[in-house]
């Protein structure tokens, strides 16, 4: 053996035997010249003896461990434990409080402010936009929409099988959306609240999704949080189409290209239930390439009332109540359906820049045997990135509103919208907007009671701001 090369390794040895025992004072020089035969032999000699002591040291404190883990060690012998139990301590407060660390991790939690300042060169009555689901007020700084998200969805790989999200929402945006009592029963009840609704992935072939609660309409390719959309103010489709639904619903991934969807609702826009009939929805999503999705969706429901609700009084005497506000039935309540074929795709042609084509067909009548009103059309989307801060976007509409179920009247409208997107930070968005609406017919409002035009201009600036975890994921 040569025992030269152990020299390092013996050094580290005594050091640790040292510091561990507090008993060996083997000292080895930190540089050994050999000068002589003999001297080399004396140290090998020297270390040899060495190896030896430290070899029965290091037998005799394993026999002292594998008598007793408790027992303590010699006089004179350093307590190792005493040092280690406060890492030991350490590591098991870091362990207890993993738990809220994964947590929060896993779970987005963020807020959103988005007000605007926009212009109607019409300068119309009232500073009212005419056919805006948001962007409501002509010359005034106004408030779209204040936001609360907080939702943790399943992670069935981690083996989280249940998922929750909860949408608060103020402002403008939460009046478009639920304000109306002529469309839900009791909409105060619900008004903050956007979306709420738990999830569970019951363990069937690939998972099936279930989701129970009120969630967002995904009917229309544009949704309800500015950062996402490409544009500012929201389509004609976008306002017409359901903004949100309670009940149930379930999708299912086939494979890697394709899931499918079913819905089982109240109604369009009812938390509430405004008739005895369920409303359905069946859809797919195809994504044929990785660059390409196309959802399509068919609704069927029935939205006429079957009873009348009373929030400021004059109900009849003896009309029943539900938590103290009376209502009474409708005799013969209308039964015609409502039928929407709804469809999108998404293409990102290039890396920069996004295309996107949405069609709609809606068919509505008051009795099963009324004739229909419907409306037809759809809207052509461009997005073209030309920095990482900077985007350019284009959208063009049309909507035929034949009976009036969207705008109230039979006209033809349209809209060209050309926005301009400038990101000065992760979380703060300004974004500015031309559109042109226009119709084949005197609809829009002007600064002359009764006088009407056939279009409106209006000039936005909109920013948007948003806060929390997770800053870059879509809502």
Not at 173 to 185: D, K, M, R, V, Y
Not at 418 to 434: A, I, N, Q, S
Not at 440 to 446: Q, S, V
């Amino acid at each position: 053996m040569n025992y030269f090369r152990l020299v390092p390794a013996i050094r580290i040895a005594v050091a640790l035997a040292a510091t561990c025992s507090g008993t060996l004072t083997f000292q080895v020089p930190a540089q050994t010249v050999l000068s002589s035969s003999a001297d080399r032999d004396a140290e090998i000699q020297q270390l040899r003896e060495l190896v030896l002591k430290l070899q029965a040291r290091v037998e005799r404190l394993e026999g002292q461990q594998s008598t007793s883990d408790t027992s303590r060690p010699p006089a004179g012998v350093p307590d190792a434990s005493a040092a280690v139990a406060p890492v030991q301590s350490a590591f098991a407060a870091t362990a207890d409080d993993r738990g809220v660390l994964d947590f929060f991790k896993t779970t987005t939690m963020a807020i959103a402010v988005d007000g605007y300042y926009q212009y109607n060169f019409n300068d119309p009555i009232g500073r009212v936009n005419l056919l805006r689901a948001y962007d409501v007020s002509s010359n005034a700084f106004s408030l779209n929409q204040a936001n609360l998200i907080i939702k943790r969805d399943p992670d069935v790989a981690a083996g989280r099988r249940f998922g929750v999200r909860l949408d608060l929402q103020f402002g403008q945006a939460t009046e478009t959306l639920q304000g109306n009592p002529a469309n839900e029963p009791r909409p105060d009840v619900y008004r903050p609240i956007y979306q709420v609704y738990g999830t569970y992935v019951v363990p069937v072939g690939n998972g099936l999704t279930v989701d129970f609660g009120k969630w967002a309409s995904s009917l229309g390719i544009e949704g309800n949080y500015t950062k996402d959309q490409m544009n500012y103010s929201r389509s004609y489709w976008f306002s017409f189409l359901p903004f949100y639904h309670m009940g149930a619903r379930a999708s299912y991934k086939l494979n890697d290209r394709v899931a499918v969807n079913y819905w089982v609702i109240n109604g369009t826009q009812w938390t509430e239930a405004f008739n005895g009939f369920k409303d359905q929805m069946f859809g797919f999503n195809l994504q044929p390439h990785k660059t390409v999705n196309w959802i399509a969706n068919y609704y069927l429901g029935q939205e006429h009332p079957d009873v009348v609700f009373f929030p400021n009084g004059g109900a009849p005497a003896g009309s029943p109540t539900e938590q103290g506000l009376p209502f009474q039935p409708v005799p013969n309540p209308a039964n015609g359906r409502l039928h929407i074929l709804d469809s999108y795709v998404t293409w990102q042609s290039t890396p920069k820049l996004t295309l996107a084509l949405e069609g709609d067909y809606v068919i509505q009548r008051i009795l099963k045997e009324s004739a229909p009103s419907h409306a037809t059309g759809g809207a052509l989307y461009a997005r073209y990135q030309a920095a990482p801060k900077v985007a350019f976007a284009a959208r063009a509409e049309y909507l035929s509103d034949r009976g009036g179920i969207f705008s109230g009247t039979t006209q033809a409208l349209k809209e060209a919208t050309l926005t301009y997107d400038h990101k000065l930070t992760e979380g703060f968005l300004v974004r500015t907007e031309w559109r042109r609406d226009f119709s084949n017919r005197p609809f829009f409002l002007t600064d002359s009671l009764g006088t009407l035009s056939n279009h409106q201009n209006t000039a936005t600036i909109g920013l948007v701001w948003w806060w929390g975890n997770h800053m870059g994921e879509t809502w």
